[in-house]
């Protein structure tokens, strides 16, 4: 695993190049970040695979779905050194846009990231017009969902964003086994009980790979992430339903959403 560029002060405080990251399990940290470190809510397992796969990869052009404290698209700047790196929130996120375009221009990529706050993950047309603007017509290499984690609105912006992916481009997907606990839990059921599972998509992606030659090449799922790769066959997205790509039988396996 190509980790060498991360470097591990301790068990939460992370370092790539100049910059720290202290590196939470949970949305708790005591105390403020000082100027130039950022928080980022993801396990060290979690971040050495992005780092093996950006050096695997080398992404020029990445969308990320959800940036919370801007600490993950900071970090994924400073891994991939991208030609353009695109990140969009629910929430308007003033403040922290403010202070990753600053840490940005300090870190000579001033140009390379772009932020959006007020975006919603299932409004596909909006989605689809950042993509072109920010892109300028060029197929985005990744795109990392760690967004509202529900079934819905996922699958609304993999629909959207997969056939744009370019050849063997990569689609992560963050957090999906919150309905899935251990069943010696005290809640076996997991989270959301009135939600679909986000493991339906997983589903329906695993039907597509036979169904639609050329769409999908592999999805690689544990229990933090699904990494899916993209085939070379032109899909219209404009068209596109990843819950139709199977047929009768294929579907039959599923019960109603």
């Known amino acids: 695993m190509a980790v060498d560029v991360l470097t591990w002060e301790d068990s939460e405080r992370l370092r790539v190049g100049e910059t720290v990251f202290h590196v939470l399990d949970e949305f708790a940290l005591s105390g403020t970040p000082e100027a130039g470190e950022f ?81 919603d993950q299932a409004d596909r047309s909006r989605i689809a017009q950042i993509v072109e603007e920010e892109f300028e017509g060029h197929a985005p290499d990744l795109v990392i969902d760690d967004c509202s984690h529900l079934y819905e609105p996922t699958r609304a912006s993999f629909n959207e964003l997969f056939p744009r992916l370019s050849p063997r481009g990569t689609y992560l997907i963050e957090d999906w086994d919150w309905a899935h606990n ?59 339903e990843i819950a139709s790509c199977a047929n009768r039988r294929g579907r039959s396996l599923l019960a109603p959403p």
Do not use: C, M, N
């Open 39 to 119: 928080v980022v809510f993801k396990s060290r397992p979690l971040i050495e695979t992005y780092a093996a796969l950006i050096a695997e990869r080398r992404p020029e052009r990445i969308l990320e779905l959800g940036f919370w404290g801007g600490g993950s698209t900071v970090l994924l700047a400073e891994l991939a050194r991208p030609a353009k790196l695109v990140a969009i929130d629910l929430k308007p996120l003033d403040e922290v846009r403010a202070r990753v375009a600053a840490h940005a221009e300090r870190r000579d990529f001033g140009a390379v990231i772009r932020t959006f706050g007020e975006v």
């Open 182 to 240: 251990p069943l010696d839990s005290e809640y076996p059921e997991g989270l959301f009980p009135d939600e679909v599972p986000l493991t339906r998509l997983f589903f329906e992606i695993q039907l597509a790979i036979p169904s639609v030659p050329g769409l999908i090449e592999s999805i690689s799922i544990d229990r933090q992430a699904a990494v899916i790769t993209r085939g070379e066959a032109e899909i219209d997205p404009k068209d596109f």
